[in-house]
């Protein structure tokens, strides 16, 4: 089966552009979530969505977004971007959403910005 | 914050066994013990979870004490390979799938 897959791996923009973040989950997986890992926060929860929902928020701006679509995969957005916003954002997909589902991640998509 | 506490480093000798050790005192008893690792430049693994008993994979072993305030994760034959950044996460049944991550022990296996 095949892992979460995410695209573009690498990515170099510069402040005040947008971006697009896109994440296709494990097959059969129908929840999607987002993650940003920085060397000085560590790895922190974005958002959670489910069925096309978003069903969870982490302590983030607004300008950061995402979406769900019909067939699970999933893209997040960041707006007017921020030298801070330099990251590995990473999807993760599982079956459901309880405790007892385990969370598969993606290698992750490095953003540097400039 | 993480509702764990890890040792930052350990060390092991390749083919010895690896043991990991997680605290989690304020654990509820709906909460699961995960644990992942992390090599770098990847994304984090999934290894192994449990609720209250021990559990056991192709991967490692998850020990689980009774009074479930603490749990290691067992690694039989350590390679090089499995030197990473391993987290031991607790995972409320309320909170979806948002994992609160602390900054692990960093595993070295060396030969």
């Known amino acids: 089966k095949a892992g979460v897959t995410q695209t573009p791996r690498y990515l170099i923009k510069t402040r005040g552009q947008q971006v697009t973040l896109s994440c296709s989950p494990i097959?059969?997986?129908?929840?999607v979530s987002w993650y940003q890992q920085t060397p000085g926060q560590g790895l922190q929860f974005l958002f959670e969505?489910?069925?096309?929902?978003?069903?969870n928020k982490g302590n983030f701006p607004g300008r950061f977004s995402g979406r769900q679509f019909s067939n699970s995969r999933s893209e997040m957005n960041v707006s007017t971007l921020e030298l801070g916003d330099s990251a590995l954002y990473l999807c993760?997909?599982?079956?459901?959403?309880?405790?007892?589902?385990?969370?598969?991640f993606g290698n992750g998509t490095r953003l540097t910005v400039t | 914050d993480a509702k764990t506490t890890q040792p930052p480093s350990m060390d092991c000798a390749e083919g010895r066994a690896a043991n990991l050790p997680c605290n989690h005192s304020?654990?509820?008893?709906?909460?699961?013990v995960y644990w992942y690792r992390q090599i770098h430049s990847q994304g984090p693994q999934y290894i192994i979870h449990?609720?209250?008993n021990n559990e056991t994979n192709e991967m490692a072993s998850l020990i689980i004490t009774e009074d479930r305030k603490s749990s290691t994760l067992i690694l039989p034959h350590a390679t090089l390979r499995d030197t990473a950044v391993y987290y031991c996460?607790?995972?409320?049944?309320?909170?979806?799938?948002?994992?609160?991550f602390g900054k692990g022990t960093t595993l070295s296996v060396s030969s």
């Open positions: 993760a997909s599982s079956l459901g959403t309880g405790p007892n589902s385990p969370l598969h």
């Open positions: 097959s059969g997986h129908r929840s």
């Open positions: 969505y489910f069925s096309e929902t978003q069903r």
């Open positions: 304020t654990i509820s008893g709906n909460e699961y």
């Open positions: 449990g609720l209250k």
């Open positions: 996460i607790v995972r409320p049944d309320t909170a979806g799938t948002a994992l609160i």
